[in-house]
């Protein structure tokens, strides 16, 4: 299968993942948040306080709302992630306006505090898909990525900081309390920790020490095999005075279980070390984000 076909084939992967956390992320609203009159943050939460308040379709805010919001993502994240982003946008939008009259169930328990907590975290797993092919629902995720690109600051900590305001409007709705509020901050709450677990989460790393006679098997693997940098360290056994070798490996969380199962087969009696990282940078992992784009100078 050549080049040409294999990435088309991605991209269709991609499209067809986007159109089902787009999915994911309109059941959220149309099956739980609005049949329980509470919201959550976002563009989308204001537009449900519009709905609320004037009976405008959200289907219809949401899409006018984010014209604007697109072109900043057009300007500052490229071409790829406006289109990927129109897609979702469109998709969004008429979901928002479809499934609620497909006569679908919609989840209403009477523990009311549950109701916003089922609906983040469902709501959460539609937007992280989304965010992990390059695309947005919109409004306050073109400005989350826009932040994440430039500054070391977490999508989630984005979402919390600018959904304060929009939970607070709802108090300007006849009829709805403080509890609603309150129960909007819970999903906002819920929805930022969610957002951050599955995207930061999956992405942290370790670092892995090896202590192990065949050093030189377990570091070949490491480095071809899974093209993961491998350091070795020079050491020295107290007890026994003689000279070893040290394994400095790291790797994404998600990658650890492929390292120490190939230690355990190489080495059954290998020592080994684990160690959670919080941050790495360099090649293979995160870019170094300072907010500012430094100049080269020209040779």
Same mark, same amino acid.
């Given at each position: 299968?050549? @080049?040409?076909?294999?990435? /088309? %084939?991605?991209?269709?992967?991609?499209?067809?993942?986007?159109?089902?956390?787009?999915?994911?992320?309109?059941?959220?609203?149309?099956?739980?948040?609005?049949?329980?009159?509470?919201?959550?943050? +976002?563009?989308?939460?204001?537009?449900?306080?519009?709905?609320?308040?004037?009976?405008?379709?959200?289907?219809?805010?949401? /899409?006018?709302?984010?014209?604007?919001?697109?072109?900043?993502?057009?300007?500052? %994240? +490229?071409?790829?992630?406006?289109?990927?982003?129109?897609?979702?946008?469109?998709?969004?939008?008429?979901?928002?306006?479809?499934?609620?009259? &497909?006569?679908?169930?919609?989840? #209403?328990?009477k523990e009311g505090v549950l109701n916003p907590m089922i609906a983040a975290m469902v709501e959460a797993i539609g937007i992280s898909i989304l965010l992990? @092919? +390059?695309?947005?629902?919109?409004?306050?995720?073109?400005? /989350?990525?826009?932040? *994440?690109?430039?500054?070391?600051?977490?999508?989630?900590?984005?979402?919390?900081?600018?959904?304060? %305001?929009?939970?607070?409007?709802?108090?300007?709705?006849? +009829?709805?309390?403080?509890?609603d509020m309150v129960y909007g901050y819970i999903a906002v709450i819920v929805?930022?920790?969610?957002?951050?677990?599955? %995207?930061?989460?999956?992405?942290?790393?370790?670092?892995? &020490?090896?202590?192990? !006679? $065949?050093?030189? =098997?377990? /570091?070949?693997?490491? *480095?071809?095999?899974?093209?993961?940098?491998?350091?070795?360290?020079?050491?020295?056994?107290?007890?026994?005075?003689? !000279? $070893?070798?040290?394994?400095?490996?790291?790797?994404?969380?998600? !990658? &650890?279980?492929?390292?120490?199962?190939?230690?355990?087969?190489?080495?059954? $009696?290998?020592?080994?070390?684990?160690?959670?990282?919080?941050?790495?940078?360099? !090649?293979?992992? =995160? #870019?170094? $984000?300072?907010?500012? @784009?430094? @100049?080269?100078?020209? =040779?």
């Amino acid at each position: 299968m050549d @080049k040409v076909t294999l990435r /088309a %084939l991605r991209i269709f992967r991609d499209y067809v993942l986007i159109t089902f956390g787009c999915l994911v992320y309109c059941l959220a609203w149309t099956q739980i948040f609005v049949p329980n009159g509470i919201i959550s943050g +976002g563009i989308t939460g204001l537009c449900t306080v519009i709905q609320y308040g004037t009976g405008f379709n959200m289907a219809y805010s949401y /899409a006018i709302a984010n014209v604007l919001l697109l072109v900043m993502g057009f300007l500052v %994240l +490229g071409k790829s992630f406006g289109f990927r982003t129109i897609y979702a946008l469109i998709v969004i939008s008429i979901m928002l306006d479809v499934l609620p009259l &497909m006569g679908l169930p919609t989840l #209403e328990l009477k523990e009311g505090v549950l109701n916003p907590m089922i609906a983040a975290m469902v709501e959460a797993i539609g937007i992280s898909i989304l965010l992990d @092919k +390059g695309s947005s629902s919109g409004g306050t995720d073109i400005i /989350a990525l826009i932040m *994440n690109k430039y500054w070391p600051i977490t999508p989630g900590t984005v979402y919390m900081v600018l959904d304060i %305001l929009i939970i607070a409007s709802l108090l300007l709705v006849p +009829g709805k309390t403080v509890d609603d509020m309150v129960y909007g901050y819970i999903a906002v709450i819920v929805f930022s920790l969610g957002l951050d677990y599955i %995207l930061i989460g999956r992405k942290s790393s370790v670092q892995i &020490m090896v202590f192990s !006679e $065949k050093y030189a =098997e377990i /570091a070949d693997y490491i *480095n071809k095999a899974m093209d993961r940098g491998v350091t070795a360290l020079n050491a020295v056994g107290w007890y026994s005075q003689s !000279e $070893k070798k040290v394994l400095l490996i790291l790797v994404r969380r998600s !990658e &650890m279980s492929l390292v120490t199962n190939k230690i355990k087969r190489v080495d059954p $009696k290998a020592f080994v070390a684990v160690t959670p990282v919080k941050d790495v940078y360099g !090649e293979g992992f =995160e #870019e170094i $984000k300072t907010g500012i @784009k430094i @100049k080269k100078s020209a =040779e």
